[in-house]
């Protein structure tokens, strides 16, 4: 009788885990580590022969200047570096979205992984807080490509942990939420999820990703 019910358990839970078929991760804290602001800052103040305390100026003017007129960060620093006739090398562009990209922390694991999912026909997606400017920023250096939908609060007018940013996710995947897995760093946009119907899961690490996704049968 005991292994009877031992068995049932086991493949009631594997059915469970079977029905998931689409894989919603945060991006902040899942798809990237720890910014690096003192990485961007130390190339500005040095190609644009900036002190600490000047930067932080300009860095205000250039919050405005996108605000105000939806001047991206490149541009801003190009025009700056033209208001006060600095000549900036053929490479500058290139070498500063190489600094961006790399202070913003990318976990290639997490990436890999996301692109080992979409090579199995899984479909992908994105639900991230985060303001339009900074999502400007990720949206020129492609960090958004492998997710569809891609869902930021800035455009879809919610944000996590509030229930209306999963009900809009919900609605835009068109899927049952007990079929969708979760991963977010937050504990508070984990319960909320779970409040959602959602399989969700705590982010810890590529490596544990990889383990509740294996659970689930997913890879």
């Known amino acids: ?114 692109e080992e999912l979409k090579s199995k026909k899984i479909p992908v997606a994105l639900l991230s807080n985060i303001d339009k400017r900074l999502s400007t920023i990720l949206r020129e250096l492609d960090l958004y490509y492998p997710f569809e939908p891609c869902l930021l609060s800035c455009d879809i007018g919610a944000e996590k942990p509030d229930l209306r940013a999963y009900e809009v996710a919900l609605n835009h995947l068109n899927t049952p939420a007990h079929q969708i897995v979760f991963f977010d760093d937050r504990e508070e946009n984990i319960e909320a999820a779970k409040q959602a119907g959602l399989d969700a899961i705590l982010f810890e690490s590529a490596a544990q990703a990889r383990e509740e996704l294996a659970k689930r049968n997913l890879l």
């Not at 600490?52 to 300009?58: D, G, I, L, Q, V």
């Open 1 to 114: 009788m005991y292994f009877r019910k031992f068995f049932l358990t086991l493949m009631t839970s594997s059915a469970l885990f079977a029905t998931s078929n689409t894989v919603l991760f945060d991006f902040g804290g899942v798809m990237t580590g720890e910014p690096n602001r003192v990485l961007v800052m130390n190339f500005l103040c040095e190609s644009l022969e900036l002190m600490p305390s000047e930067f932080e100026k300009a860095n205000l003017e250039k919050r405005q200047a996108f605000l105000e007129h939806g001047i991206n960060d490149l541009q801003f620093w190009l025009e700056y570096a033209s208001k006060h006739n600095i000549s900036l090398p053929k490479e500058w562009e290139q070498e500063f979205k190489g600094v961006l990209k790399n202070a913003i922390g990318i976990n290639d694991e997490m990436y890999a992984l996301v």
